[in-house]
């Protein structure tokens, strides 16, 4: 039999996207920190001469026209570590939801399977453990809690409504770290996804699967397993020992 494994792929895909963010991210830092001295140095020029801007426009216009810069280029920096960060939370939220069906399928069937397909993913992380007469998740510890915190910023990234506010230094919304847009969130949802799969296994009392330790980024991943069916004892020729 062959199966896909779109978990292990959208968990892969996760995992590179916040390597991404970790390589892009240090750039923005350094422009940020260019920016902030530039806005020391006109802050300096103001207080330590009180003839009003007139009577300082050439010192200052060089600030400024450096600040500009800096902005645009912060600004088109900013985009492929917002597009990496915020990939990385809605792959990780496919790979636990590709998961935790994939898993289903194996346990359930009939009206209980179909019941359990139509459920939320909360839902469905929550009971399944239960269904099978096992612990269940805790909803108010980790590593639930860090699901539900992975959920509420992929449904604010999928369903985002354009948000505005008044500029302030440097230029960049408040509001990034509401949506999860930051690295420190993005690496907390790759290691709920691990741990949300450990937990799970531990549950069952099965192993973790191969591809859920991987130690790099660029890590190559099978994108379908062989798995060979239990033989049937009725199929087994006469006197031979069903293994």
């Known amino acids: 039999m062959t199966a896909l494994r779109?978990?292990?792929t959208y968990y892969a895909a996760a995992r590179r996207c916040l390597e991404r963010a970790r390589q892009v991210e240090p750039k923005v830092a350094d422009l940020l920190q260019h920016f902030a001295k530039l806005c020391a140095?006109?802050?300096?020029?103001?207080?330590?001469?009180?003839g009003g801007v007139e009577a300082h426009y050439d010192r200052l216009e060089s600030i400024w026209i450096q600040m500009e810069g800096i902005y645009e280029s912060l600004s088109f920096a900013y985009g492929p570590l917002l597009e990496a960060l915020a990939s990385t939370h809605i792959?990780?939220?496919?790979?636990l939801e590709s998961h935790i069906n994939a898993r289903a399928a194996e346990f359930l069937t009939g009206r209980m399977h179909d019941r359990f397909e139509t459920a939320d993913l909360e839902f469905k992380w929550l009971s399944f453990p239960k269904l099978l007469g096992k612990e269940g998740f805790d909803p108010g510890a980790s590593p639930f809690q860090d699901l539900t915190r992975l959920i509420k910023f992929r449904n604010a990234l999928v369903h985002y409504r354009k948000r505005r506010e008044p500029w302030k230094y440097p230029g960049v919304p408040s509001f990034l770290g509401n949506l999860g847009l930051t690295l420190g969130d993005s690496t907390r949802s790759v290691?709920?996804?691990?741990r949300m799969m450990s937990a799970l296994a531990e549950r069952l009392g099965e192993k973790v699967p191969h591809?859920?330790?991987l130690r790099r980024e660029d890590a190559e991943v099978r994108a379908f397993d062989i798995e060979f069916?239990?033989?049937?004892k009725n199929d087994a020729p006469r006197g031979a020992a069903v293994p």
């Open 6 to 8: 779109l978990d292990a």
């Open 91 to 95: 792959l990780c939220v496919a790979a």
């Open 191 to 194: 290691e709920c996804v691990r």
């Open 211 to 213: 591809w859920h330790w």
């Open 41 to 50: 140095r006109e802050e300096n020029i103001r207080n330590r001469h009180r």
């Open 229 to 232: 069916p239990e033989p049937d």
